[in-house]
């Protein structure tokens, strides 16, 4: 069996690509490394995590070399995090959203369907909920009042796997992420934000007066919350499309202030805050309802921030040193 993993070199890709190597499957990875962010942080981020993974560097928008690399490694299963992320970023650059998560996201279903893929999982966000959450936020809700282009997009692909999964019964599985953090992360998230300019004494950007809550799940939750979906086809009766929704969070909403506290005590330093207000584009609160996952391939998050993250704390002191 052979597993493709898109944004193989991405935060969540590299720690499933791993996660995938060390259970012995055959992995063959895909980035583009474009420059949303440093990408010697992803090369590095490769280096130290799965530094022998078959990694090809490709845009997902080129549909001809997508098509040819199926055809290479006729891959089993398809893995697909790869995405333009960012909520604040779709504000200033919303062409790149359109070209990576809807043009991208299709090639990907179409080389799925030709290349007749036994099961296709997929990075969804939390995002999606947008105006209509109520917390905690359970996939049944609705979500046709996103909140930023980039929840728009991903409710999109939801729409576009559920499209593929009823027309070509390809079985699609998609995930719902809640704010994911961990070593290596991304350095346009909070965890990592917060963690640099907080070790630096810079001041931090305080949205809503710190009234805020967010389900922060920590990265090994996530990869194992990933592969258990990965070996949990939904139930597939020949009438009902093979195609299914779960929310992977930590179930147990943070409060800003608590978060900062974490960081503050790790870092040995308080921060210094700016008081901003509420981001457009951004939620109040994120609280994810896992029963389903839980139901399906016994997802249980257990990792706190007070646990996950002095680790993080102390990655950003090593990797960035000087640099922070």
Request: glycine share 8%; net charge neutral.
């Amino acid at each position: 069996m052979t597993i493709l993993v898109s944004g193989a070199a991405g935060f969540i890709g590299a720690y499933v690509a791993r996660g995938l190597l060390a259970r012995g499957e055959r992995v063959v990875g895909l980035d583009n490394f474009n420059d949303y962010y440093d990408p010697q942080l992803k090369r590095d981020r490769v280096a130290a995590l799965c530094p022998n993974l078959d990694l090809r560097r490709l845009d997902l928008a080129d549909a001809t070399a997508l098509d040819a690399l199926f055809v290479e490694i006729k891959p089993t299963r398809v893995i697909h995090l790869a995405a333009q992320a960012g909520v604040r970023y779709s504000l200033k650059n919303p062409r790149a959203y359109a070209q990576s998560n809807l043009v991208g996201f299709l090639n990907v279903l179409e080389a799925c369907r030709h290349g007749v893929v036994e099961h296709l999982v997929y990075a969804s966000s939390s995002s999606v909920y947008g105006a209509n959450a109520v917390a905690p936020f359970a996939e049944a809700q609705r979500i046709d009042q996103p909140l930023s282009l980039y929840a728009a997009t991903k409710a999109a692909n939801e729409m576009m796997a559920h499209c593929y999964a009823h027309l070509y019964r390809l079985p699609c599985t998609g995930l719902r992420f809640f704010t994911v953090y961990g070593p290596w992360g991304r350095p346009d998230m909070a965890p990592l934000l917060f963690s640099r300019a907080i070790l630096a004494g810079r001041p931090i950007e305080v949205f809503n007066n710190g009234k805020m809550r967010r389900d922060f799940t920590h990265i090994d939750d996530i990869v194992a919350g990933v592969l258990g979906a990965l070996d949990h086809t939904a139930d597939d009766d020949g009438v009902n499309p093979p195609c299914a929704i779960y929310n992977l969070g930590n179930h147990r909403p943070v409060e800003l202030e608590h978060f900062i506290g974490v960081i503050e005590k790790a870092a040995g330093r308080k921060a210094q805050r700016i008081d901003r207000p509420m981001q457009p584009g951004d939620m109040v609160e994120t609280s994810a309802g896992v029963e389903r996952a839980q139901a399906a391939f016994s997802f249980a998050p257990h990792i706190s921030i007070d646990v996950g993250m002095p680790a993080v704390v102390d990655w950003c002191r090593d990797y960035f040193g000087d640099k922070l």
